[in-house]
């Protein structure tokens, strides 16, 4: 695999945890980025209107992923699939049992390796969906900490290997070994190297606090980080 091949697969993100949703979509606008990933995880019902709002004044086209909130409608999903050909939605375990089941899009929905009470319970939940959402920094920290999180990683490992890997969520692991939404340095990224390619899919998205213009940057650096490790 070639480093613009990587390149493209990787993701910058308006977050809505751990980030001003705001200036970034402001930065997306004055950018002209076309694609890219949203983050809904802190945004209600108003909020998430108004995103969609600004959205429509940008250049973007596609939105490939979005975390989704428990909240959200059917009619939500229905819009974000026809206006951004959105391919994967993630969600947490315990808010796809509770609010998503029945919803159309079942193949777009992939439940995420999260951890902190939101973790996967039973992978044969995973059937009635697309798969499994792999958050690397969790994943990573869960391997870390493997005498605290043994069920934790062992789950996740197992869900990679035996359903389709639908899409990535990628944070910064810090030296302690814990995850977290904001990059300081690259070298808290330098993590994913050491991780096989099978946990990564078509769609790695950079869920970062940090400004856009700074992802871009990161996803430069990953893209070359990962084609030497992809390659070996």
């Given at each position: 695999m070639?480093?613009?091949?990587?390149?493209?697969?990787?993701?910058?993100?308006?977050?809505?945890?751990?980030g001003d949703w705001r200036k970034m979509l402001k930065e997306v606008s004055d950018l002209k980025l076309t694609e890219i990933s949203?983050?809904?995880?802190?945004?209600?019902?108003?909020?998430?209107?108004?995103?969609?709002?600004?959205?429509?004044?940008?250049?973007?086209?596609?939105i490939p992923h979005i975390h989704a909130r428990h909240d959200m409608t059917q009619d939500e999903f229905d819009y974000l699939v026809k206006t951004y050909n959105t391919k994967a939605f993630t969600v947490?375990?315990?808010?796809?049992?509770?609010y998503l089941k029945g919803f159309k899009h079942q193949d777009k929905f992939f439940i995420e390796n999260n951890g902190y009470g939101a973790d996967i319970k039973n992978l044969s939940v995973l059937k009635q969906v697309g798969g499994v959402?792999?958050?690397?920094?969790?994943?990573e920290?869960?391997?870390?900490?493997?005498?605290?999180?043994?069920?934790k990683y062992e789950t996740a490992v197992k869900a990679a290997s035996?359903?389709?890997?639908?899409?990535?969520?990628?944070?910064?692991?810090?030296?302690?070994?814990?995850?977290?939404?904001?990059v300081?340095?690259?070298?808290?990224?330098?993590?994913?190297?050491n991780i096989p390619k099978h946990f990564f899919s078509p769609y790695i998205n950079l869920e970062l606090g940090n400004s856009i213009k700074q992802q871009?940057?990161?996803?430069?650096?990953?893209?070359?980080?990962?084609?030497?490790?992809?390659?070996?």
């Amino acid at each position: 695999m070639t480093e613009a091949q990587i390149l493209k697969r990787i993701y910058p993100s308006i977050v809505t945890f751990g980030g001003d949703w705001r200036k970034m979509l402001k930065e997306v606008s004055d950018l002209k980025l076309t694609e890219i990933s949203l983050f809904l995880t802190c945004a209600n019902k108003t909020e998430r209107q108004e995103i969609y709002k600004a959205l429509k004044k940008t250049k973007v086209k596609k939105i490939p992923h979005i975390h989704a909130r428990h909240d959200m409608t059917q009619d939500e999903f229905d819009y974000l699939v026809k206006t951004y050909n959105t391919k994967a939605f993630t969600v947490h375990y315990q808010y796809y049992l509770k609010y998503l089941k029945g919803f159309k899009h079942q193949d777009k929905f992939f439940i995420e390796n999260n951890g902190y009470g939101a973790d996967i319970k039973n992978l044969s939940v995973l059937k009635q969906v697309g798969g499994v959402c792999i958050d690397l920094s969790h994943l990573e920290h869960h391997r870390r900490h493997i005498y605290q999180h043994k069920k934790k990683y062992e789950t996740a490992v197992k869900a990679a290997s035996t359903y389709k890997v639908g899409c990535n969520h990628l944070s910064a692991v810090l030296p302690n070994g814990l995850s977290h939404h904001k990059v300081k340095n690259f070298s808290e990224l330098e993590y994913v190297k050491n991780i096989p390619k099978h946990f990564f899919s078509p769609y790695i998205n950079l869920e970062l606090g940090n400004s856009i213009k700074q992802q871009l940057i990161f996803k430069k650096k990953l893209a070359k980080l990962l084609v030497k490790s992809w390659n070996k």
